[in-house]
């Protein structure tokens, strides 16, 4: 039987055949190892000197990871996802500039799509990255239990004063604000803060999500005992879950510093890990909301049983379908077609500062595990399809 997701023609049917053929050259390309190591390095360093490299990447990987530079260049490419009834998370995925104007500038960007999302139906969620909106060195102190100095203090009112006032706007324009996850060493900070923003305004329902990674193996415990708090306190958990995009990173972080290694043993007990915490929040959906991040196929089957097991509606306001813009077409389309509530992340940023965001999908389309040639295949079978 033809399952779900092999549809390609609802897959691809906003590609037009060169973006199709874009699409799949691009993949051929990131495919290969040492071309993703060899080209990463290239594009650091001629970003690093100021070499005029941003025309090539803009027609390659940016376009087809991203939306544009501003918010305005991403409202086609939403519109168009919306005709097929999958939404945007506007994202402004500029990384690495650790100034307080930055941070500012990052805030206003959130601030602006909650704005967007009050007028247009398509852009249902907000978002933002911790260490969008403080710097890193702040979080992983606090995380490691260091005092900070006076002038560090201030600094770290002014980053809770930034999640409070993203918090506030949201909740007041309803519309649910999803912040991102980090490397284990800051994300403590974060993760409390955002509890505290939870407790503050998820008291009629969820509006504000955390992210759980479930690469991490201590999250379903974490979960159970927010869950605890969040009853005995009155307020909604509202959790985006991920695999989660650092592995690499924590482990050798862990090795270095001689700690337990944060992250599961195998890619086998992440799966469990995602599937069990997604499990859990279906079950207790009357005090949450679930955002599932993914483009695993069994994870996005599991979902769709559950909400079935548990008779709940294909819409419900509590439970989205999220994935990447240009990844898992596949999943995103069919799940929409069918009525699911799918949310794609649409980034957007000047093209040198979101290098980073895609310098991480271009590694993890490349490892082995990675689903690079499933995106192949299926580009592959649509362009025998159309006979290209
Ligand atoms: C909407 C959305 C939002 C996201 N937000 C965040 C975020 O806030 N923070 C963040 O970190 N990432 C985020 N991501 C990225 C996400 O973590 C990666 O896309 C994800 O890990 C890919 O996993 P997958 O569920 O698509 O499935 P798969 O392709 O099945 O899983 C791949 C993942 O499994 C894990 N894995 C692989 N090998 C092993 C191993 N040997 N041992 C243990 N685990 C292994 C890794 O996490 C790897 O990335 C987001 C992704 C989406 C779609």
Redesign the pocket.
């Known amino acids: 039987m033809e399952k779900l997701f092999d549809n390609t023609e609802v897959a691809f049917a906003l590609k037009s055949n060169s973006e199709l053929d874009r699409a799949f050259y691009l993949f051929e390309m990131i495919k290969r190892e040492p071309l993703v190591k060899i080209g990463t390095a290239v594009t650091k360093f001629a970003i690093k000197t100021h070499l005029p490299v941003e025309g090539i990447i803009r027609a390659t990987v940016f376009d087809h990871f991203c939306g544009g530079v501003t918010e305005e260049d991403c409202m086609p490419t939403i519109d168009k996802m919306f005709s097929k009834n999958v939404h945007a998370?506007l994202d402004y995925s500029a990384e690495g500039k650790e100034v307080e104007e930055q941070f500012d500038l990052a805030m206003e960007k959130t601030l602006n799509t909650i704005k967007f999302g009050k007028e247009k139906e398509s852009l249902p969620f907000a978002v933002f990255?911790p260490t969008g909106f403080g710097k890193f060195k702040l979080y992983q102190k606090i995380t490691a239990g260091i005092y900070l100095d006076a002038h560090e203090m201030v600094e770290w009112k002014r980053v809770k004063e930034r999640y409070n006032t993203v918090s506030k706007v949201a909740y007041e324009a309803d519309i649910p604000l999803?912040i991102?996850?980090?490397e284990t060493w800051m994300q403590t900070a974060a993760d409390d803060l955002i509890e505290e923003m939870m407790k503050k305004y998820n008291t009629k329902k969820a509006i504000v999500f955390g992210?759980l990674?479930?690469?991490r193996w201590d999250r379903l415990d974490y979960l159970k005992k927010l869950h605890k708090r969040a009853k005995e306190q009155g307020f909604y958990v509202g959790m985006?879950l991920?695999?989660?995009?650092?592995?690499e990173k924590e482990r050798e972080r862990a090795t270095k510093f001689g700690y337990k290694d944060p992250?599961?043993?195998?890619?086998a007990?992440?799966?469990k890990m995602?599937n069990d915490v997604l499990t859990y929040m279906i079950e207790n959906i009357d005090d949450m909301a679930v955002?599932s991040?993914?483009?695993?196929e069994?994870?996005s089957y599991l979902l769709m049983n559950l909400i079935e097991k548990h008779q709940l509606a294909k819409d419900d306001k509590r439970i989205w379908f999220?994935?990447?813009y240009g990844?898992?077409d596949h999943i995103s389309y069919n799940l929409a077609k069918e009525g699911y509530n799918v949310?794609?992340?649409l980034p957007f940023g000047p093209v040198r500062d979101v290098m980073p965001y895609l310098i991480?999908r271009a590694e993890?389309n490349t490892?082995v595990?990675?689903?690079t040639n499933r995106e192949l295949e299926l580009l592959k079978r649509e362009r025998e399809r159309r006979k290209i």
Request: overall charge neutral.
């Open positions: 998370v990255k999803l991102d996850a980090e992210t990674q479930l690469y985006k991920v695999r989660g995009a650092y592995m992250i599961c043993i195998d890619k007990a992440t799966d995602y955002f991040g993914s483009h695993n069994e994870s999220g994935q990447l990844m898992s949310a794609k992340y991480r993890e490892s595990a990675g689903q």
